[in-house]
C-alpha cells in the first residue's frame, strides 16, 4: 500500500487526474506531482476542452444515478460552485426520432420519476406548446416534440473549472510539470526494464518489453521521474503508454460547434435549459464572455483504429482534424437549431472541432491496478463520455481504491476481455447510429469541400 509520504505521479491533468490530485491531497497525501504534456490548464487534448459540459444524474441505471446527484452536491460547495450553473435541463426527441431514441428517453424518465429527490422536479413535456410554455426563448416549429424537464440538473463550464481546480491543487502544494517537452509522458518506466514507450508520432506503443513493478515515467525532454505509485489519467491517450488498455477501450470523438452570438442575443438566451434533442444534438445556455452558444451532435462518433486494433486520436505528424466537423454532424445541428431557433440555424459554425474521450463497450469506467505491476501503477480510463459531471468526487473512488488496495467493484476492475473489431454502436441505448472511422470522415470531408468550391 502506498504511504501517505511517498512520491505518486499523476499522467494527466485532466478532469479525473486533477479531481484525483485533490482527493488525495485531501486525503493526507503529500508527495503528488502531476505531469501535464499541455503549457497550461486546460489543455487543448483534454475531453473537457471547451465551455461546457452537462451535468445531469439521469442514468437508465441507478448506480451512476446516485454518483452523479453526489458530484451535483460536490458542484454546490465553494471550491466548484462558480462553474456550475442549475438551469435545469430538457430531454426531448422529435417526431422523427428513431425508436433507440424514443426508448432511452422514455427509460430515463423512467429512471428520474421514481427518485424520491427528483419526482417534484420534472415536468412533462408533450408537443411544442407545453416546450414554448417552458422555455418562452425556443421559436421553432419543435415538430413532434415530446420529453421532460428536470430542474435539478444543467451544466458546468469546463475550461474554467479545469483552470480553477488546478490553480487550487498549486495553492495546496502539488506540483505541475508541463509543456510538450517537460510534461510530455513518454515511457512508463519499470523495474524490470524499459516497456511501453509511445512511437515517435504519437500514434501507439514501439516497444512492448520489460515488466514488473513501475517506477516512474520518462517524459519528452528524456529526463526520468520517479514514483512509488504512478496514477495514468490520460483520457483518450491511455493506450499510447498502456497498450493492453486498448483491448477494451477506444479512443473516440465527438464533434463541437457554436454560434458566435452578439451581446443582445446572448442575453436573450439567458437562462435557458441545457436542452438534449435526442436524435439530434444538444446545447447549452450561451456563454456570457465569449458569447459563444455551443452546440454538440448526438451519435456515436468517430475511432482512428490502427493496424493493430488500437484506437488512438491521430498523432502530431497527421492532419489533425481540429478545424472542422462531419457535414452528417453539421446537418444535424442546422436541423437541431431549425427546430428550436431557426433565427440561427443558417449561421456560421465557428470553434469547430473534434474532441476524444475513452470508451469501453458498455458505459463502464475503469478505475484500477494494473495487472502485473505490484500495484505501482493505476489506470484510470474509460469516461464514456459521462465522466465531467463527476469531477468533484471522482478523486474520491481513487482513493478508496487505494485504501482497499484493490477494486471492489466489479464493474470498474481492469478486464482481460478484447473487444477489439467488435461493433459497439448497438452494445448502450444511448448510442444512436453506427461508428466509423477518422478516415471515412477525412475522405468524406474532402468530397463536400470539393463539391462546395
Ligand atoms: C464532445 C464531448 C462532450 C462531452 N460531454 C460531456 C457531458 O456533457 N458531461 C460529462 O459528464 N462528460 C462529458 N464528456 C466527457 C468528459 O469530457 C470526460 O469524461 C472527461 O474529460 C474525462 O476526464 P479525463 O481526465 O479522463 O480525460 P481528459 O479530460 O481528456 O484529460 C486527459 C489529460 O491527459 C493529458 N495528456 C494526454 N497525453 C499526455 C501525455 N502523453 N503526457 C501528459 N499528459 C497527457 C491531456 O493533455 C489532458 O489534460 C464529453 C466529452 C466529449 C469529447
Known amino acids: 500500500m502506498t504511504r501517505k509520504e511517498s512520491p505518486v505521479l499523476i499522467l494527466g491533468g485532466g478532469a479525473w487526474g486533477l479531481s484525483t490530485a485533490l482527493h488525495m491531497l485531501n486525503a493526507g497525501y503529500i508527495d503528488i506531482t502531476v505531469i501535464e504534456r499541455a503549457e497550461q490548464i486546460p489543455s487543448r487534448y483534454s475531453a473537457a476542452w471547451d465551455l461546457n459540459k452537462i451535468v445531469r444524474a439521469e442514468y437508465e441505471d441507478a448506480f451512476y444515478t446516485e454518483l452523479a446527484l453526489d ?92 483552470k480553477g481546480i488546478w490553480e487550487y491543487c498549486v495553492s495546496r502544494g502539488v506540483k505541475f510539470i508541463m509543456g510538450e517537452s517537460a510534461g510530455k509522458a513518454v515511457e512508463l518506466l519499470y523495474a524490470g526494464g524499459t516497456a511501453f514507450a509511445a512511437s515517435s508520432t504519437g500514434t501507439g506503443p514501439e516497444k512492448v518489453t520489460g515488466k514488473g513493478r513501475c517506477i516512474g515515467v520518462r ?10 505509485l504512478t496514477i495514468c489519467a490520460l483520457g483518450a491517450y491511455g493506450a499510447q503508454l498502456i497498450p493492453n488498455l486498448g483491448n ?29 434533442v435526442r436524435d439530434l444534438g444538444f446545447f447549452f445556455e450561451p456563454d456570457p464572455k465569449t458569447r459563444l452558444f455551443k452546440l454538440c451532435p448526438l451519435g456515436t462518433g ?62 463502464e469506467y475503469c478505475i484500477d491496478f494494473v495487472p502485473d505491476t505490484d500495484k505501482s501503477l493505476v489506470v484510470l480510463s474509460g469516461d464514456s463520455g459521462h465522466g465531467f459531471k463527476m469531477m468533484p468526487s471522482f478523486g474520491k473512488w481513487v482513493v ?54
Open 400 to 453: 478508496e481504491l487505494l485504501d482497499n488496495d484493490s477494486q471492489k467493484l466489479p464493474r470498474w476492475q481492469w478486464r482481460n476481455t478484447d473487444s477489439r473489431g467488435q461493433d459497439w454502436s448497438t452494445s448502450v441505448s444511448w448510442r444512436i447510429g453506427s461508428s466509423r472511422e477518422l478516415h471515412d470522415l477525412i475522405e468524406d470531408n474532402s468530397r463536400v469541400i470539393k463539391a462546395r468550391l
Open 219 to 228: 517524459t519528452a525532454d528524456g529526463k526520468r521521474h520517479l514514483s512509488d
Open 71 to 162: 458530484a451535483m452536491e460536490g458542484w454546490k460547495t465553494p471550491l466548484f460552485g462558480p462553474y456550475y450553473h442549475q438551469t435545469g435541463y430538457v430531454v426531448a426527441a422529435t417526431g422523427r426520432a428513431p425508436r433507440k431514441a424514443i426508448d432511452h428517453l422514455e427509460k430515463a424518465l423512467a429512471s428520474i420519476s421514481s427518485h424520491p429527490t427528483f419526482a417534484p422536479e420534472i415536468r412533462q413535456l408533450n408537443g411544442s406548446k407545453d416546450f414554448k410554455d417552458h422555455t418562452w426563448q425556443y421559436s421553432g416549429p419543435l415538430t413532434g416534440f415530446k420529453g421532460y424537464f428536470n430542474r435539478i440538473a444543467g451544466y458546468a463550464h469546463s475550461a474554467d473549472a479545469l
Open 302 to 363: 468517430y475511432t482512428n483504429t490502427d493496424g493493430r486494433g488500437i484506437s488512438l486520436p491521430p498523432g502530431d505528424r497527421l492532419p489533425p482534424p481540429q478545424d472542422y466537423i462531419p457535414f452528417e454532424d453539421e446537418q444535424k445541428l442546422r436541423q437541431l437549431l431549425r427546430e428550436t431557433f431557426p433565427w440561427m440555424a443558417e449561421r456560421p459554425f465557428v470553434d469547430q472541432k473534434l474532441c476524444w474521450f475513452a470508451d469501453t463497450a458498455d458505459s
Open 248 to 276: 477494451f477501450i477506444v479512443a473516440r470523438c465527438w464533434s463541437v460547434a457554436h454560434v458566435q452570438l452578439s451581446e443582445a442575443e446572448t442575453d436573450y438566451l439567458r437562462g435557458i435549459p441545457t436542452t438534449n
